[in-house]
């Protein structure tokens, strides 16, 4: 809803939402097609409750090992560069935040909430 790049507010937004979770499905489609493999879903929220977990979980699909490390991702270089580039990636210097799913409810009206 806010952020620059989307200008248009809820209703551009939601509509670019939809069009990248369709092309995810699509993807995704493909990728099992023709691998014959089942890829599984990880949530947001997943990761924010349970990061070492979940990020074990995904190393294990991709059948790569799992460093802790890796939770350590925003005291990379790079990653804090491109936090300070872009507006949308700002918190990716930063550890996850376990308290940051469902802010929705906070920031979106009831019709807004409806409509998406």
């Not at 097609?33 to 995904?58: D, H, K, N, Q, R």
């Not at 990379?76 to 935040?97: C, G, Y």
């Amino acid at each position: 809803k806010n952020a620059p790049a989307l200008r248009g507010g809820v209703l551009r937004a939601s509509h670019v939402w939809a069009e990248d979770q369709e092309s995810y499905r699509r993807i995704i489609a493909q990728v099992e097609a023709l691998s014959g493999f089942s890829v599984p879903v990880i949530t947001y929220e997943s990761l924010l409750a349970e990061p070492a977990e979940t990020l074990e979980f995904a190393c294990s699909v991709l059948e790569i090992d799992f460093e802790p490390g890796m939770l350590n991702f925003h005291q990379e270089n790079r990653n804090q560069a491109h936090a300070s580039m872009v507006a949308e990636w700002k918190n990716t210097d930063k550890p996850l935040i376990a308290n940051n799913a469902g802010k929705y409810r906070e920031n979106l009206s009831f019709d807004e909430i409806q409509y998406i």
